[in-house]
């Protein structure tokens, strides 16, 4: 028997999910808002037009599932999945062994924790950028750059060195990053076109997946085995940090492979999300010269010429607004997934145990209830007196509750030293292009290279 009020939920007929699959595959955002516009903000529909999940843009009930009840909504297979590939690390991990690691690891990533971080965030951001002033220089000061390429690069290098430092080798940042991306497209494959799995088994597609995610964890191992082994002074990176925790009830480390696990989910969750987060932000910025007006105003008051330091972050406010509002257009972890382990109800919905719950973050981020024009770029919402304004869950690009995004704070300042020190070095122009496209994958992709034009500002 359904539970009472399950059948007042707006249902999008099967047979038109399954009708629309190879869109929904293709890219899923234009099609769940035309649901959610036509039936409600919460509805239920069937993805790829077998699985059966609750929608929803309402800001209460994603509260409800991160944060009020978090208890009852462990995520669900569609997030637990990739633990076949990456291991049972903080993204993908559950209850008791999940709440433990994060007390473990949840220090290392504290404010103060980040600012000894960022030493070697800009001395990559710094290696990344000077090849492109370079060749800049070469072409008479300006040059063409593939703006999601770059942050792509630039982001997994600034990751790759916060948690390895200097030890890693070229090549093998290079393998780590080409194995990284065809695990992930594999995986959202799986999950979008559930149909396909027969026949990817049939190909070993599942088999070679493992294989390269076998191959990735060796890459790993060596370089833990090789910290382990060394006897010079221990570097202050996210490698170092994971190998000096200590469980509080025993003071014992992690095991080998639990440092591997944790390894490979800070490697996935932390460079793909500021990558696009950083593409979307020079899109826009290329479009909006109002605002890198202000901009360069904010950063000529506080820094001059000079590069910014973690201190000076704080006073360089709008910089960061400008950040969180490409977040709200853009938010990089677009959508989010949960199950009820037990019967639960929200404002009179019931919500059956099994009930798999997908919090469209996209969706809350543009809405015209909970935002003033919403499709409009203005960082000035994110100005101190206008955040009081807003709902509660209207702005979740980091999620809530006790699974918060934990790299939030290394998120940020990584983004907005990258922001501060291409502003310092150029100026960015817009190149005619037609718009760029959302690609939704597991974060929010361009479909399309963003073509962005880098001027040098120094001669
Ligand atoms: C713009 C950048 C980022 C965005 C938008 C973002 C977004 C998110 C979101 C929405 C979640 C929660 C997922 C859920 O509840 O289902 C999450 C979790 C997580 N993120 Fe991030 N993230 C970013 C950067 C990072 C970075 C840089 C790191 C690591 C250095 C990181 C590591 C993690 C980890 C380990 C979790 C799992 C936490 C847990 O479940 O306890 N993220 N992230």
């Known amino acids: 028997m359904p539970p009472p009020h399950a059948a007042s939920l707006p249902v999008v007929p099967r047979w038109k999910s399954l009708r629309n699959s190879i869109t929904l595959a293709a890219n899923p955002i234009p099609l769940l808002n035309n649901y959610l516009d036509t039936y409600g903000d919460t509805i239920v529909v069937y993805l790829g037009g077998i699985r059966r999940t609750v929608l929803t843009r309402d800001p209460g009930l994603v509260q409800h599932i991160l944060q009020k009840n978090h208890r009852n ?36 990533f504290h404010r103060q924790r980040i600012s000894s971080l960022v030493t070697l965030m800009q001395a990559e951001i710094n290696d990344c950028l000077e090849p492109l002033e370079r060749e800049a220089a070469q072409q008479g000061g300006a040059m063409e750059v593939a703006v999601h390429e770059l942050m792509t690069t630039t982001a997994f290098r600034i990751i790759a060195r916060s948690v390895f430092s200097n030890s890693l080798g070229e090549a093998q940042l290079q393998r780590m990053a080409e194995l990284l991306t065809a695990i992930q497209a594999f995986y959202v494959r799986t999950v979008r076109q559930p149909y396909l799995r027969p026949w990817q088994h049939a190909r070993g597609q599942f088999r070679r997946h493992d294989q390269l995610a076998a191959e990735l964890r060796d890459i790993v191992r060596q370089y833990i085995r090789q910290r382990q082994q060394s006897s010079g002074p221990a570097p202050d990176d996210l490698l170092q940090m994971l190998l000096d925790a200590r469980y509080e009830d025993n003071g014992e480390p992690m095991t080998e492979e639990q440092v591997l696990d944790e ?41 001059g010429d000079r590069p ?28 989010l997934d949960r199950v009820a382990a037990a019967d639960d109800s929200y404002n009179g919905l019931a919500l059956p145990k099994g009930t798999l719950i997908s919090g469209y973050l996209y969706g809350i981020h543009h809405s015209a209830k909970l935002w003033d024009e919403p499709e409009a770029f203005r960082p000035e919402r994110f100005g101190p007196d206008q955040l009081r304004q807003q709902a509660p869950y209207a702005y979740i690009p980091f999620g809530g509750g006790p699974r918060l995004c934990i790299g939030n704070q290394f998120a940020l300042t990584e983004m907005q030293l990258v922001l501060l020190e291409m502003l310092r070095r150029f100026e960015v122009e817009w190149v005619q292009q037609p718009p760029v496209d959302l690609m939704p994958l597991i974060t929010l992709r361009p479909r399309q290279e963003i073509r962005v034009r880098f001027r040098r500002r120094k001669a």
């Not at 490979?264 to 010269?289: C, D, F, K, R």
């Open 263 to 303: 390894t490979a989910i800070i490697l996935v969750a932390g460079h793909e999300t500021s990558a696009n987060a950083l593409s979307w932000l020079w899109y826009l910025l290329a479009q909006h010269p109002e605002v890198v007006a202000k901009l360069r105003a904010e950063m000529d008051q506080v820094l």
């Open 308 to 335: 910014a330091t973690f201190a000076d972050l704080p006073g360089l406010g709008y910089s960061l607004q400008v950040i969180q509002e490409t977040m709200r257009l853009y938010p990089p972890a677009w959508i």
């Open 73 to 108: 909504y462990p995520k669900s297979d569609l997030s637990h999945g990739i633990a076949r590939y990456l291991g049972h690390g903080l993204l993908t991990s559950e209850g008791i062994y999940w709440l433990q690691q994060r007390r473990l690891i949840q220090p290392g």
